[in-house]
Every structure is written in C-alpha cells, then in structure tokens.
C-alpha cells in the first residue's frame, strides 16, 4: 500500500492507494482548498498565516497516514514551492509536521507524473493523446503516444496569477476576461506548433479546475454540455452577465471554488485556441495517481531515474564503459564504509561524472556539476540533482568548494568513494583491488598493497594529492602501503 501527498497551489491532496490487479485502488483521499498560491506576497514570500495554514493541514494529513501500514509514502510539492522565495526555511517545518520529506519537483517532472496517472487510467496503449493540466501556479502540457511521453512543458501560467492579476477586483468585465485570454494565449504560442506537430487522437483535461468547469456547463446545460470551445465560450458569457465573482452561484461548483474556475477558464480557452484543440474529455486521473504508480515501480525495482540516467549520457556522450567502471569501483569502495542511503546517488553520480567533457576539458567537474543540477532528469527532485552535483563537483580538485556537504558523513564517504574510483580508473588499477581497504571515521585510512603501486606507478602522486585536499579540510588521511 502506498501513499501520494500533493502539496499543490490550490488545495493540498492525499491518496493512499493499494494496486492489485493491474489496476491502482484509492482506498483513502483527502483534500484541503487551502490555496498556497494566495499567500504569496509581491516579493514572492509566503506569508505566516499561509504556512501556518499549511502546516495545520499536514498535521491533519499525518494522522490519516498513521493509520495505515504503507509500503512507501511520497510528498510531492509544485509551483508555489517551487517560487516561494522563503521555501527552504519552509521545508522543514513542513517535514516535521507530515513525518516525510517534502520533493519540491520541476515542472517537467511534474508533467511527466500527470500523465503517468493519466496513462495509467486510460486503457488505450496505442492511443496518440495531448494532456493538459492548470494548476494554481502552472499548467503542464505533454504530448504522448500510450505511455512514451514525446514531448512535455511546464507553463508557469496558473490560476492564482490569472484571477489576482485580471478580476482581483472581484468583477468580470469583457475588457478583463479578454485581457486575462490574451495573456495565456502569449504563453502558449511559442510551443503551440511543436505540439501540433506531435499531433493528436484525443485531448485530455486532468486537474480539479477542468473538471470543475466540465461539471459547470454539464450541470448547467451551458452550450453543447462537453469541453469544447463553444462551450467555453458560452460559459464566458454567463460569466460576463452576472459580473461578479461573489454573484457566481451555479450548480456544480462551490462559492469558494469561483474564483478558482475564472482564472482556469481563461487559461483553458487560451490554451485551446492557441495549440488548436476543439474538444478535450476530462479525466478523474493525475498527480497523485502518477505518484502512486512510481512508488509501485519503484517497489518492483524499475526506477525511472535508472532511464533518466541513461539518457543524459547518451545526450552528452559520455564514454559508458569509463562510466561504469567508475560506478562499479565507487560502490566497491563505499561497501566497506558502512554503507547509507547515498548508494544509488554515488553510483548515478559516477555514472554522469564526465558529462562536463562535452563542455570543456578544463575545469570539467564543474561544467558536470553545472549540467547535473539543472538538466532535466526525469524522475528525480531538485534535492537529488542538488546532492549529486556536489558529488560530481567533488570528484577531484580541493574539497574547500563541498565543505559544508562534507559536514554530512555518509555523503563525505560517497565524495571520498567516488574521488578514489576516478583516480583507480585513470590508473587502471580496478582490476586490482583485491588488498585495498578503505575506512573513514574520524580519519581516513586507505591501506593498499605495495604491489599495486608498482604496477600503477601514477597512483602515488594521486595519492598525495588526495592527503593533501583532505588534510587541508580537516580530514587526517593516513596512505598505508603493506
């Protein structure tokens, strides 16, 4: 049984879901309408009230979750988090009241696990589809056919900004309305014709906003009853005659949810009419059931970060065998450290530590840390790409630049495991390995036999240099040669 937390811009949302039969069961959901967004002030700070509000809802969320046996637990967090110039001093306050640490995902990452829920709940495997999904703070839209994903982009156009910047006043003009059009229609058109291009058999609506909408002109018998354009229009214009958000009172939507379904609706028209869809069906599938389908990937050990891996190598060309003889020998040396929860890091670290090679020779640590933290790696959360760029910055050259990551133990063995792996494989000693044993307590003790320096003669001014960076930190490195 696993558990999906969606710290979302609108409304924080859970889903504990057991699979079984092919098919992933929500067997509890929770939600709280406490638009994070809102609590952003002009300078993007989230005020003290907002995270208060925040934390009492986790809170909430903490005891539903106490009351299962799950498997596994993810909080995922989006746009607001991701903006919120106050967010890292947020974070962990947040943890402590949900009992699990909190990913701040990218927004690709975000699209990616949308149309995983998506995919998931629509049994068509050939089906060539265009998901959108508007938040409170972004809208994600990705282009696929069955499960392959060919194209995906995160949109930082939302509800939130579009009801604050055009009807903050709490009227719905026609100058507004069109004004709040134009706008989404700006954000979209640069990426509308790749996406064309992809083409389409259906379009899809996957958030709360859209569904809201679709049970607005259903329950209300608004223009043709579905998604479509005319629709949409048609719900613009009852909008329009009644002027007022606070005088939107219309079966199939709650008061506090109005203000909500206005910034959506003009979101959704520009995005229809800018990347050309007529008609999209709305579906009871997204995040979370996407959060829930990875951790049950995870669970049978087929990590979508392992592909994302692969292919940032494959993008910049990195040698694999070096690679993964780096990886191998760093997994070696960690095994006889007390190994942590840094295994996977160190070994992905390993295998992406050349990337910068693409760039330059010169200073290629540091272009490979530049790349692993800000591409686009699907599966893994800014903190991950965060820790693993320390580990390839790390990997050879002083250590003054990771001090504060070395405070940390376990990842101070994977920078150790991995700086002696790249010096092993320049050698070519991996073969050899056999006598050398590696420790790291309140020193370093690396013990190695003679012979392997007579044959790797190049190991022994490596060596020195790696006493030297190590010392120079405050980390005594003792070179035991029997």
């Given at each position: 049984?696993?558990?999906?937390?969606?710290?979302?811009?609108?409304?924080?949302?859970?889903?504990?879901?057991?699979?079984?039969?092919?098919?992933?069961?929500?067997?509890?959901?929770?939600?709280?309408?406490?638009?994070?967004?809102?609590?952003?002030?002009?300078?993007?700070?989230?005020?003290?009230?907002?995270?208060?509000?925040?934390?009492?809802?986790?809170?909430?969320?903490?005891?539903?979750?106490?009351?299962?046996?799950?498997?596994?637990?993810?909080?995922?967090?989006?746009?607001?988090?991701?903006?919120?110039?106050?967010?890292?001093?947020?974070?962990?306050?947040?943890?402590?009241?949900?009992?699990?640490?909190?990913?701040?995902?990218?927004?690709?990452?975000?699209?990616?696990?949308?149309?995983?829920?998506?995919?998931?709940?629509?049994?068509?495997?050939?089906?060539?589809?265009?998901?959108?999904?508007?938040?409170?703070?972004?809208?994600?839209?990705?282009?696929?056919?069955?499960?392959?994903?060919?194209?995906?982009?995160?949109?930082?156009?939302?509800?939130?900004?579009?009801?604050?910047?055009?009807?903050?006043?709490?009227?719905?003009?026609?100058?507004?309305?069109?004004?709040?059009?134009?706008?989404?229609?700006?954000?979209?058109?640069?990426?509308?014709?790749?996406?064309?291009?992809?083409?389409?058999?259906?379009?899809?609506?996957?958030?709360?906003?859209?569904?809201?909408?679709?049970?607005?002109?259903?329950?209300?018998?608004?223009?043709?009853?579905?998604?479509?354009?005319?629709?949409?229009?048609?719900?613009?214009?009852?909008l329009l005659e009644l002027g007022q958000i606070e005088a939107v009172r219309l079966p199939g939507i709650k008061r506090e949810r109005v203000p909500v379904m206005v910034g959506g609706l003009t979101v959704l028209i520009g995005a229809m009419q800018e990347l050309g869809i007529?008609?999209?069906?709305?579906?009871?599938?997204?995040?979370?059931?996407?959060?829930?389908?990875?951790?049950?990937?995870?669970?049978?050990?087929?990590?979508?970060?392992?592909?994302?891996?692969?292919?940032?190598?494959?993008?910049?060309?990195?040698?694999?065998?070096?690679?993964?003889?780096?990886?191998?020998?760093?997994?070696?040396?960690?095994?006889?450290?007390?190994?942590?929860?840094?295994?996977?890091?160190?070994?992905?670290?390993?295998?992406?530590?050349?990337?910068?090679?693409?760039?330059?020779?010169?200073?290629?640590?540091?272009?490979?840390?530049?790349?692993?933290?800000?591409?686009?790696?699907?599966?893994?959360?800014?903190?991950?790409?965060?820790?693993?760029?320390?580990?390839?910055?790390?990997?050879?050259?002083?250590?003054?630049?990771?001090?504060?990551?070395?405070?940390?133990?376990?990842?101070?063995?994977?920078?150790?495991?991995?700086?002696?792996?790249?010096?092993?494989?320049?050698?070519?000693?991996?073969?050899?390995?056999?006598?050398?044993?590696?420790?790291?307590?309140?020193?370093?003790?690396?013990?190695?036999?003679?012979?392997?320096?007579?044959?790797?003669?190049?190991?022994?001014?490596?060596?020195?240099?790696?006493?030297?960076?190590?010392?120079?930190?405050?980390?005594?490195?003792?070179?035991?040669?029997?």
């Amino acid at each position: 049984m696993f558990a999906a937390v969606d710290l979302g811009s609108n409304s924080f949302r859970l889903h504990i879901g057991e699979p079984a039969g092919g098919r992933m069961h929500i067997v509890r959901s929770a939600r709280d309408p406490i638009r994070l967004a809102a609590g952003l002030d002009q300078d993007n700070m989230l005020t003290e009230a907002a995270m208060d509000s925040a934390l009492r809802t986790l809170q909430d969320f903490r005891a539903i979750l106490d009351e299962y046996v799950l498997d596994a637990v993810r909080v995922v967090a989006t746009n607001t988090l991701r903006v919120a110039r106050n967010a890292e001093q947020l974070l962990p306050r947040l943890e402590q009241a949900i009992g699990h640490p909190i990913e701040v995902i990218s927004g690709e990452e975000e699209g990616r696990l949308i149309y995983m829920g998506v995919a998931r709940a629509i049994d068509k495997p050939d089906e060539r589809r265009l998901v959108l999904d508007i938040g409170g703070g972004s809208t994600e839209v990705i282009a696929a056919i069955g499960s392959e994903i060919k194209l995906v982009e995160s949109f930082g156009i939302g509800t939130h900004p579009q009801t604050a910047a055009f009807f903050g006043d709490g009227r719905i003009t026609a100058q507004g309305f069109e004004a709040a059009v134009t706008e989404a229609r700006a954000r979209f058109e640069d990426a509308a014709d790749l996406y064309k291009a992809q083409g389409w058999d259906a379009a899809y609506g996957s958030s709360g906003t859209m569904r809201a909408i679709h049970e607005v002109i259903g329950k209300n018998r608004i223009g043709d009853g579905t998604v479509s354009q005319a629709s949409l229009a048609a719900l613009r214009d009852v909008l329009l005659e009644l002027g007022q958000i606070e005088a939107v009172r219309l079966p199939g939507i709650k008061r506090e949810r109005v203000p909500v379904m206005v910034g959506g609706l003009t979101v959704l028209i520009g995005a229809m009419q800018e990347l050309g869809i007529a008609r999209l069906a709305t579906i009871d599938a997204g995040l979370r059931l996407g959060v829930l389908s990875d951790l049950e990937l995870r669970a049978n050990r087929s990590d979508r970060r392992d592909a994302a891996i692969r292919a940032c190598m494959r993008r910049f060309e990195v040698d694999s065998q070096r690679a993964l003889r780096t990886a191998n020998i760093a997994s070696r040396l960690y095994q006889q450290m007390d190994p942590s929860e840094a295994q996977h890091y160190l070994c992905w670290s390993a295998m992406l530590h050349e990337v910068g090679l693409q760039v330059s020779m010169t200073g290629a640590h540091k272009h490979g840390a530049y790349i692993v933290e800000h591409a686009d790696l699907a599966g893994f959360t800014t903190r991950e790409q965060r820790l693993m760029a320390t580990l390839v910055l790390g990997q050879k050259g002083n250590l003054r630049k990771i001090r504060e990551a070395l405070h940390e133990p376990d990842l101070a063995r994977a920078v150790l495991a991995l700086r002696m792996a790249v010096v092993l494989m320049h050698a070519r000693a991996d073969e050899d390995l056999g006598g050398l044993k590696l420790r790291m307590k309140g020193r370093i003790e690396l013990e190695l036999p003679a012979a392997l320096i007579d044959k790797h003669p190049t190991l022994r001014p490596w060596l020195q240099k790696e006493e030297g960076a190590w010392n120079e930190v405050g980390m005594p490195f003792q070179l035991r040669v029997v």
